[in-house]
T-cell receptor, first 111, second 113 residues
Framework: DQQVKQNSPSLSVQEGRISILNCDYT??????FLWYKKYPAEGPTFLIS?????DKNEDGRFTVFLNKSAKHLSLHIVPSQPGDSAVYFC??????????FGKGNQVVVIP | DGGITQSPKYLFRKEGQNVTLSCEQN?????MYWYRQDPGQGLRLIYY???????QKGDIAEGYSVSREKKESLPLTVTSAQKNPTAFYLC????????????FGNGTRLTVT
């Protein structure tokens, strides 16, 4: 049973515009959420995280929003750049339990 | 330059042979992990180790084995018992455990024919 779901597997966006990636989770125990970015044939790289005591965390062009009541988080990338073209994975955990990963969203930024 | 090194990047084996994938980290992280990625799938946890000489099965451990004899290394052996071994294998480490960000290597693409 998939505890972290990323719908809309792919997203195309014009350079300079906003990319919004969504992630839904089912386990209300989750209290730490992460986003990873992955290029083909490479390992994922950590992008940004948020703990459940916050509803927003910002790092440069990347902002993650957490809506605990809706069990939903989103990643905003603004402005989008061609180098942002990658697969983005959402992940969640609580305590020191195993990370649950979503299946990923492909983002294509069109120059 | 700290990081995680996986070798080789591409590996080819005949069916029925065991094969060992190497993973070394110089980040001084306590925890290390092996994940598998298949097309259209997320990352699935094979094994993890939070301390030297200790490791735990992940969600898909059948047909795999690991050892953690030193902090820097977590080699993964893919045995002939693994039914579908062809995949992209990712090693990762983190400072403490799952509650700290994972740092991934660049992966090993294993093809078994």
């Amino acid at each position: 049973d998939q505890q972290v779901k990323q719908n809309s597997p792919s997203l195309s966006v014009q350079e300079g515009r906003i990319s919004i990636l969504n992630c839904d989770y089912t386990n209300s125990m989750f209290d730490y959420f992460l986003w990873y970015k992955k290029y083909p044939a490479e390992g994922p790289t950590f992008l940004i995280s948020i703990s459940s005591i916050k509803d927003k965390n910002e790092d440069g062009r990347f902002t993650v929003f957490l809506n605990k009541s809706a069990k939903h988080l989103s990643l905003h990338i603004v402005p989008s750049q061609p180098g942002d073209s990658a697969v983005y994975f959402c992940a969640a955990t609580y305590g020191n339990n195993r990370l649950a990963f979503g299946k990923g969203n492909q983002v294509v930024v069109i120059p | 330059d700290g990081g995680i090194t996986q070798s080789p990047k591409y590996l080819f084996r005949k069916e029925g042979q065991n094969v060992t994938l190497s993973c070394e980290q110089n980040l001084n992280h306590d925890a290390m992990y092996w994940y598998r990625q298949d097309p259209g799938q997320g990352l699935r946890l094979i094994y993890y180790s939070q301390i030297v000489n200790d490791f735990q099965k992940g969600d898909i451990a059948e047909g795999y084995s690991v050892s953690r004899e030193k902090k820097e290394s977590l080699p993964l052996t893919v045995t002939s018992a693994q039914k579908n071994p062809t995949a992209f294998y990712l090693c990762a480490s983190s400072l403490t455990g799952f509650n700290s960000p994972l740092h991934f290597g660049n992966g090993t693409r294993l093809t078994v024919t």
